[in-house]
DNA sequence: CTGATGACTATAG
DNA sequence: CCTATAGCCATCA
């Protein structure tokens, strides 16, 4: 995916500190896209090409991943945040705690998003 | 332009 | 906790 979206939306999740995760939603405003939740989800879906691209710190919103409990992919997400320091009580991730707060230096630094 | 899609979300029961 | 539903919006065929 070639568009003015998909820059913003893979500059802010490259901007996700580790440790910290943010959800679909959160990514999308950031990105200048409200309401545009499932339009981050369609690209991580469609352009897993990117590399060095944080991708398994976004989230759902409610904690859960984007993927069937156990799946593969699923695994593979979980294992990474708990690298990270990110772990999971029952296949859930506590936003209270570990959802990214963007700064208002980081806002600032990108006034078109 | 029209309709379909998606690793989503909020709400209701 | 779960399923169902409507709403969501950039992108693509």
Redesign the pocket.
């Known amino acids: 995916?070639?568009?003015?979206?998909?820059d913003k939306i893979i500059a802010c999740i490259t901007a996700i500190p580790s440790g910290m995760v943010a959800?679909?939603?959160?990514i999308?405003e950031l990105a200048?896209?409200?309401?545009?939740?499932?339009?981050?989800?369609?690209?991580?879906?469609?352009d897993?090409s990117v590399s060095d691209l944080p991708?398994?710190r976004?989230?759902?919103?409610?904690g859960?991943?984007?993927?069937p409990?156990g799946s593969r992919?699923f695994l593979q997400?979980m294992t990474q945040l708990k690298v990270e320091g990110v772990v999971a009580k029952?296949n859930?991730i506590d936003m209270k705690r570990y959802a990214w707060q963007p700064t208002l230096d980081f806002i600032l630094f990108h006034p078109d998003l």
């Open positions: 995916m070639t568009t003015h979206k998909a959800s679909y939603g959160q999308a200048g896209i409200a309401r545009g939740h499932r339009v981050v989800a369609k690209f991580l879906k469609q897993n991708w398994h976004v989230i759902r919103a409610d859960k991943l984007g993927f409990i992919m997400q029952n859930r």
